[in-house]
């Protein structure tokens, strides 16, 4: 069983930056590829930045140029650094890990709230 835990998330004012982190624990898997996922009230859940084992990194047009996925293969960690933060990027973000064979799993999700 793999599991997820995501921290970094809080309070930030328009203009500020975070760092999420995302630790994946367990045995018997392996890391195809894992990302970064977001959902606002009222709202889907939608795709922010993936990274793969490979090191393709793709991200959504929203936070292009403001967002960075980065990895840690050997604490089996994902990272995003957001930068420039607006009120538009509320959310509850969400880690997920997808192995080779599709198998995926999701975080507990961590708060980020953009406000003044």
């Known amino acids: 069983q793999v599991q997820l835990v995501e921290s970094g998330g809080g309070l930030v004012q328009p203009g500020g930056s975070l760092r999420l982190s995302c630790a994946a624990s367990?045995?018997?898997?392996?890391?195809?590829?894992m990302g970064w996922y977001r959902q606002a009230p009222g709202k889907q859940r939608e795709s922010v930045a993936t990274?793969?084992?490979?090191?393709?990194?793709n991200y959504a047009d929203s936070v292009k140029g403001r967002f960075t996925i980065s990895r840690d293969n050997a604490k089996k960690a994902v990272y995003l650094q957001m930068n420039s933060l607006k009120p538009e990027d509320t959310a509850v973000y969400y880690c997920?890990?997808?192995?080779?064979?599709?198998?995926?799993?999701w975080g507990q999700g961590t708060q980020v709230t953009v406000s003044s």
């Open positions: 997920r890990l997808i192995e080779y064979g599709a198998q995926n799993y």
């Open positions: 367990g045995t018997g898997f392996s890391i195809y590829a």
């Open positions: 990274i793969t084992s490979a090191d393709t990194t």
